[in-house]
């Protein structure tokens, strides 16, 4: 299994619809986890952080399920300001003792008028 | 707010050429972090370090090599740059356990 595997899309939605990504992943030691966004030709920034069951913010919700070793994203009432790629990001397999992460491959999000 | 700042946006070199690609941070960050993304590879993990003069190999470090003499700089080299390290190069900064943040990034092409 690879360490962090998501859904590359592309997730094409409406204006006002409810999106949800799943990211799985590989190592049941993980503790901390975080979803970020990345525009087009633009550098991934931080969206959410995940230490527990979830997390929510506003239209976004991140949800973790230890037992079949996935997180989710949710996002409500989609504008078209969400249309990016989202990336899951694990800690790797080996504890390095320090903050070396893996990263998915994203899944495009595509919300239209 | 945390700032990362890479030296180029977009940078030409032909192949052969020694490559140097800066990166500084200003929040005092212990760790840093080069990374290349290329379409459909994601992010990978080229050099990372945890302190000023410590390095470590990260998944792809053949053909370049890292230099942090101070902790807010950290710097890529691209030895002899060649046509397959064309890509997006994106250096970021972390303090302990917490997220990271990444600069703008760096278009490298290698003609």
């Known amino acids: 299994r690879k360490e962090v595997e998501q859904d590359p899309g592309p997730f094409n939605v409406p204006e006002g619809a409810t999106v949800a990504f799943n990211c799985t992943y590989s190592?049941?030691?993980?503790?901390?986890f975080f979803w970020y966004r990345q525009d087009c030709r633009k550098e991934p920034k931080l969206l959410m952080s995940?230490?527990?069951s979830g997390n929510e913010d506003g239209r976004f919700t991140a949800q973790l399920n230890r037992a079949s070793q996935y997180i989710s994203l949710l996002i409500r009432d989609s504008k078209l300001s969400d249309s990016a790629t989202y990336l899951c990001v694990v800690p790797p397999k080996v504890n390095t003792g320090f903050q070396k992460l893996v990263f998915g491959t994203g899944t495009r999000l595509l919300v239209s008028p | 707010d945390v700032k990362v700042t890479q030296s180029s946006r977009y940078l030409v070199k032909r192949t052969g050429e020694k490559v140097f690609l800066e990166c500084v941070q200003d929040?005092?960050?212990?760790?840093m972090f080069w990374y290349r993304q290329d379409p459909g590879l994601g992010l990978r993990l080229i050099y990372f370090s945890y302190d000023v003069k410590m390095k470590e190999k990260g998944d792809i470090p053949e053909g370049y090599s890292v230099s942090r003499e101070k902790k807010e700089r950290f710097s890529l080299i691209l030895e002899s740059a060649s046509t397959n390290q064309t890509s997006m190069y994106l250096c970021?900064?972390?303090?302990?356990?917490?997220?990271?943040?990444f600069g703008d990034g760096t278009r490298l092409s290698i003609l």
């Open positions: 995940v230490y527990s």
């Open positions: 929040m005092d960050h212990e760790n």
């Open positions: 970021a900064s972390s303090l302990g356990y917490q997220p990271q943040h």
């Open positions: 190592n049941s030691a993980s503790q901390s």
